[in-house]
């Protein structure tokens, strides 16, 4: 797989999922819990670390 994403839900729990796009990854984790609330955490392809925030199966603007 070519990026690794680390999920943290809202209760800390941690877990590691490997895919090959933000899309993929992000439909598998909503076809999974759809109403996933915590924040994802992946390196792109540039190196730049990005933290995206969902709350209730949508992104969110703003902080944790």
């Given amino acids: 797989m070519r990026y ?3 999920l943290v839900d809202h209760e800390e ?4 999922v490997q ?3 933000w899309k993929k990854m992000l439909k ?3 076809l999974k819990t759809p109403k996933f609330s915590g ?3 992946y390196i792109n392809k540039k190196g730049n670390a990005l933290t995206k925030i969902f709350n209730d199966g949508k992104e ?5």
């Fill in 39 to 41: 924040w994802i955490t």
């Fill in 4 to 6: 690794t994403y680390t």
């Fill in 60 to 64: 969110t603007k703003g902080k944790r």
């Fill in 19 to 21: 895919a090959m796009s």
């Fill in 28 to 30: 598998s984790l909503l």
């Fill in 13 to 16: 729990k941690k877990e590691i």
